[in-house]
């Protein structure tokens, strides 16, 4: 009984002698980081600071690699960002933050590159723009709208490209031009939308 009792122990022992906090300062001598460190590598918490001494992020690593939610702060200490790793990948869900609190955007990793759909705010918490990306790029509909929340253009991107029908409107919200895009480029008629609503069609050049 006493053997097995001490083996765990011993286990536990070498465990917390191997694992050594760390700590990394700047040249005035405050604290840069601190966190953990076993056979060379970062594990564990780990704690970033501003050479003021205010916090700028919080971050989790398994063998030196990104591993878990993170944090990361301001000059102010207000939290501007949210993310989630797993093997030094970035992963799930994100959100990012103006100084002010306000989300400037949010929405999912796969692989460490944009998937899925995607909101961005302005800095009054309107929404920005909006639409789903696949590996990284822009890929169906999208919207995007003026600081006072109207619609400002809309259509699709295939392969991070323009494509089809795209729509554009003015600050008060009326349609003004609509055409098309062909991989990323102006094709075929372009019309502008006069105010009673009748098509005029108008040189790609002048759009």
């Known amino acids: 009984m006493l053997r097995r009792l001490i083996f765990p122990f011993l286990l536990c022992m070498c465990h917390t002698l191997c694992a050594q906090i760390t700590e990394d300062r700047y040249d005035n001598g405050k604290l840069r980081a601190v966190g953990r460190m076993e056979n060379g590598l970062k594990v564990g918490e780990w704690k970033y600071y501003y050479p003021d001494g205010t916090k700028n992020a919080v971050e989790f690593y398994q063998k030196d690699q990104l591993h878990g939610s993170c944090y990361y702060y301001s000059f102010a200490g207000n939290l501007i960002g949210y993310e989630n790793w797993k093997n030094g990948i ?8 103006y100084d002010n609190g306000i989300v400037e955007k949010e929405g999912v990793f796969q ?6 759909e995607w909101v961005f705010y302005y800095e009054n918490g309107k929404v920005k723009r909006k639409g789903t990306y696949q590996k990284g790029l822009p890929n169906g509909t999208w919207l995007f709208y003026y600081e006072n929340g109207n619609i400002k ?18 600050e008060q919200g009326r349609l003004e031009y609509i055409g098309s895009y062909e991989s990323g480029q102006r094709i075929g008629e372009w019309f502008y939308i006069t105010k009673k609503g009748k098509k ?8």
């Open 90 to 97: 970035q992963v799930d869900s994100a959100k990012y933050f």
């Open 111 to 116: 692989a460490g590159s944009y998937q899925g």
């Open 200 to 207: 005029k069609p108008i040189s790609i050049d002048d759009n």
């Open 153 to 170: 253009q809309e259509g699709k991107f295939l392969n991070g490209m323009e494509e089809d029908e795209w729509k554009f409107y003015n």
